[in-house]
Every structure is written in structure tokens, then in C-alpha cells.
């Protein structure tokens, strides 16, 4: 079974300028999640996807990241304008089940690493 | 709100000895416990988890946890370690009645040949 599947792998930006994250998940999994690593922490929920709805996006800074599912498969993350505390690792998780049912195993994709200068 | 600590940033042990590395939590009602790992420049793998009954789980690549209710803690341990297992460990938990995981600040595990 192929795995979570994101790009791009890498991306350098300076400040202000804009970025998108791309994320497909492994076939027929209803849960897709975006998480932000920042180095020397574990990954940090910003948004949480059933198919194509929003289940939890209370984390997300909306005000420069948005994010949609919208054929409830793959995913895009987008930070416009970026900030300098914007460099991390974003991670994208997907899980077969619906969302909520946190007995159900996420599995990861290898992550965007993005630094802004 | 729920919480993980993880109190170790680096635990370094021989290779053939045993392993822990300590995972303590925080979370109203009944708890579900996760380890994952993490390679250089890899996601998150899953290692194991424990939702309700033995409170001793056995996971991926020889890797087992014990919950213990008392301590809150569900520290992951290995009998033998190999230097394959050095990486970045990550535990994370959630209330059974809740949506989201909370990740601990991750351990680096190595293994010295």
C-alpha cells in the first residue's frame, strides 16, 4: 500500500511571500490532518479533515494559513503571508476511520520542511 | 487541557543493553497512548498504542509499553537495543472523548555500538 505522499520535499521563502503544501493521502482514508513541527518540539495539530469537511481548526492561524480537501482526497496547506516563525516541518497525516475515533492509527507522510528567511 | 512530558532530551545506551525512554501524561478521563518514531527526514512511523485492557502492549520492532494508572506514565522500553533503533521518540495521548492528539518534545535515542 502506498504511503502519504506530500510535496514538495524542501522550500525556501523570504518573508511575506507565499507558500503552498501539497498532500495525498493513502487511498480511502476519511481523516486527513496538518501538522506543524518546529524544531526541538513534537508536531502540533492545525487542521483537521473528514472527507471533505472541516472537523477541528481551532489551531490554525487563520489569518495567514488556510487550508482545503476539496474532493475529499488530497490536501493543500497554504501560508500567505509567511513569517519568519512560519520555518518548520509541516507533516500530513491521514487515518481510515472517521474523525474523533482516536483508537485509529495515523499514519505520515516524510513532511514539506520550510524555511523562511 | 491534556499534556506530555517527556523528561529525557537524549537517552544513549549500548547496544545489546536495555532500553527506556520515559513518557509521563497529563488528561482527564481515560487516556489513549501512542509512541511514534522518527527517522532523519522521514514522518512520524507508529510504534504502538494502548486504548483500554492489558496494560502492557507490544509493539512494532520488538518495542513494548507498560500503562501504569497511578503514575500516568506509559514509558517505552526494548529488552535488547540495536543501533537501527537510534532516532527521534515521540509519545502523544488524548481523552478518550476527545478529537486531537498532544505530542510530547520528542527523545533522541542513541544506541552506541
Known amino acids: 500500500e502506498a504511503g502519504v505522499a506530500q510535496s514538495p520535499r524542501y522550500k525556501i521563502i523570504e518573508k511575506r511571500q507565499s507558500v503552498a503544501f501539497w498532500c495525498n493521502p493513502i487511498?480511502?482514508?476519511?481523516?486527513l490532518y496538518w501538522y506543524q513541527q518546529i524544531l526541538g518540539q513534537g508536531p502540533k495539530l492545525l487542521i483537521q479533515?473528514?472527507?471533505?469537511?472541516?472537523?477541528?481548526d481551532s489551531q490554525l492561524p487563520k489569518d495567514r494559513f488556510s487550508a482545503e480537501r476539496l474532493k475529499g482526497v488530497d490536501s493543500t496547506l497554504k501560508i500567505q503571508p509567511a513569517k519568519l516563525e512560519d520555518s518548520a516541518v509541516y507533516l500530513c497525516?491521514?487515518?481510515?476511520?472517521?474523525?474523533?475515533?482516536?483508537?485509529?492509527?495515523?499514519?505520515f507522510g516524510p513532511g514539506t520542511r520550510l524555511t523562511v528567511l | 487541557a491534556q499534556s506530555v512530558a517527556q523528561p529525557e532530551d537524549q537517552v544513549n545506551v549500548a547496544e545489546g543493553n536495555p532500553l527506556t525512554v520515559k513518557c509521563t501524561y497529563s488528561?482527564?478521563?481515560?487516556?489513549?497512548l501512542f509512541w511514534y518514531v522518527q527517522y532523519p527526514n522521514r514522518g512520524l512511523q507508529f510504534l504502538l498504542k494502548?486504548?483500554?485492557?492489558?496494560?502492557l502492549v507490544k509493539g512494532s520492532y520488538g518495542f513494548e509499553a507498560e500503562f501504569n494508572k497511578s503514575q500516568t506514565s506509559f514509558h517505552l522500553k526494548k529488552p535488547s537495543a540495536l543501533v537501527s533503533d537510534s532516532a527521534l521518540y515521540f509519545c502523544?495521548?488524548?481523552?478518550?472523548?476527545?478529537?486531537?492528539?498532544?505530542f510530547g518534545s520528542g527523545t533522541q535515542l542513541t544506541v552506541l555500538p
Open positions: 494502548y486504548i483500554t485492557g492489558d496494560n
Open positions: 487511498s480511502g482514508h476519511a481523516t
Open positions: 497525516a491521514s487515518s481510515p476511520r472517521l474523525a474523533g475515533d482516536l483508537t485509529d492509527t495515523q499514519y
Open positions: 502523544a495521548v488524548s481523552p478518550s472523548n476527545a478529537r486531537q492528539l498532544t
Open positions: 479533515f473528514q472527507n471533505n469537511g472541516v472537523v477541528d
Open positions: 488528561v482527564s478521563g481515560n487516556p489513549y
